[in-house]
């Protein structure tokens, strides 16, 4: 599998730009995602088995340690492949990624507004499909195990 991240370096650019603005609203925007992501798919909810600020804690620090990797993504890649098979057991189907991935970029463009233009959208898709990619391709190689 490719380990590469298919960011332009202008790309990243925009994705630490916006990363660094919505710091400043991270609760909010946690608090969007988790609300967005139950919208959608309800039955997420049940996967959480700790406290919902503790999640929250562990989904902004792997947003930053993915942001602070963006130039050595193969770095980060071992890392994202045990998350997959940790999610595996906590009962992640596939198709949740994408799940997870649409209440994002929403929560993004609620927090961010006119900053989360169409190039910073599609900069932060393509990140969190690489992310997707690498922890579904952990996961996938657990369930072989």
Known sequence: MNRNLPLSAKQKRLVRDSFESMREYETSVVV????????????????????????????????????????????????????????????????????????????LSQALGLEFDQETRAAWDQLLSAVSAVMQDGAAHSVQA
């Not at 995602?33 to 049940?46: D, K, M, N, S, V």
């Not at 959480?48 to 890649?77: G, H, N, P, W, Y």
């Not at 071992?78 to 991935?101: D, I, M, T």
């Open 32 to 107: 969007l995602f988790y609300g967005r992501l139950f919208e959608i798919a309800p039955e997420t909810r049940a996967l959480f088995k700790i406290d919902i600020r503790q999640q929250s804690k562990k989904l902004l620090d792997t947003l930053t340690t993915a942001v602070d990797a963006l130039d050595r993504f193969e770095e980060l890649a071992p890392f994202l492949a045990e998350l997959g098979r940790k999610h595996v057991a906590y009962g992640v189907q596939q198709e949740q990624y994408e799940q997870l991935r649409s209440a994002f970029l929403w929560a």
